[in-house]
């Protein structure tokens, strides 16, 4: 009997509805832990920071005045990003900080769609990077390419013009192959990974830098491809939940609700902001 008194006191424990975090709490540990790219956005566009003051933020505090968040790049030094208006309810956070986060996106010249992840050559990319990369290898070997050797009098039989013409072609065109293809890395940085969420200098920026330089535009057209395929997933994913909304109002004879969820289908198609990153969050944002 004391047993089955102590499990069902362990029971009552466990649901004790004292003992959840507070919806302050799921804000705070929901937006450090899959939000920061945000929170540095904030600190950038609202406290006019750099990118590498604003970087490894994180929220120590949320009311429903603003947040006061911590830049990881000036060693911890924080800054109150104010709500305007403020907030009247915890639910009020998640439509806050997701206009918020569209703001600063559009004013920063970034996207509300990140790629997280690198895609090899396939195809003709292939043919195009081994290309590039055999004639960087032709142009380290130059030095190998001398009289009497055997790969002079391959040259002599196999390529048009000798080896001599070889070697001066070689050479004449190292700086424009090299410039055009350090031009295409720049405006990739600039255009591509830079505007998706891939920062300068990480592990996956070098991945898609080091490709690019040996395929070119193939490695643009790959990448816009995975932009496009998750753009079309965000809109799938938007439009489903929002049917899905709205049958359930029908099924509820809710006909308020099946206008308002008709409403929000074009608000979220029209619209650049990252509610995709925060949709299937509802619960911890909004506290509900």
Request: hydrophobic residues 40%.
């Amino acid at each position: 009997m004391a047993s089955s008194g102590s499990a069902a006191a362990m029971g009552s424990s466990s649901t004790d509805p004292s003992s959840a975090p507070s919806p302050r709490d799921r804000i705070m540990t929901h937006m450090n832990r899959d939000h920061q790219r945000e929170l540095s956005l904030y600190l950038r566009h609202y406290a006019g920071l750099s990118r590498s003051a604003a970087s490894s933020p994180w929220l120590k505090d949320c009311t429903f005045e603003g947040m006061t968040i911590a830049a990881g790049g000036l060693g911890g030094k924080e800054f109150f990003i104010e709500f305007k208006p403020a907030l009247t309810a915890w639910e009020d956070v998640r439509p806050a900080v997701v206009e918020m986060a569209r703001a600063s996106q559009q004013a920063l010249g970034y996207s509300d769609i990140t790629v997280g992840h690198f895609a090899p050559p396939q195809g003709f990319d292939v043919v195009v990077f081994g290309a590039v990369a055999f004639y960087f290898v032709c142009w380290l070997t130059l030095g190998f390419v001398l009289p009497g050797t055997p790969i002079w009098s391959f040259l002599q039989t196999a390529f048009p013009g000798g080896p001599r013409f070889y070697r001066w072609l070689v050479k004449a065109i190292f700086l424009p192959v090299l410039g055009i293809h350090l031009s295409e890395c720049y405006w990739f940085h600039r255009t591509r990974l830079q505007r998706h969420g891939i920062e300068f200098g990480t592990g996956l920026w070098w991945t898609w830098i080091g490709s690019l330089f040996f395929e070119g535009l193939p490695g643009f057209w790959r990448f816009d491809g995975i932009v496009a395929a998750k753009r079309q997933e965000k809109e799938t994913d938007a439009t489903s939940s929002v049917f899905q909304t709205a049958r359930l109002a029908v099924l509820r004879g809710d006909g308020s609700a099946t206008l308002n969820a008709s409403g929000s289908l074009a608000a979220r198609l029209s619209s650049d902001s990252p509610t995709g990153h925060f949709c299937e969050t509802n619960n911890a944002i909004s506290g509900s």
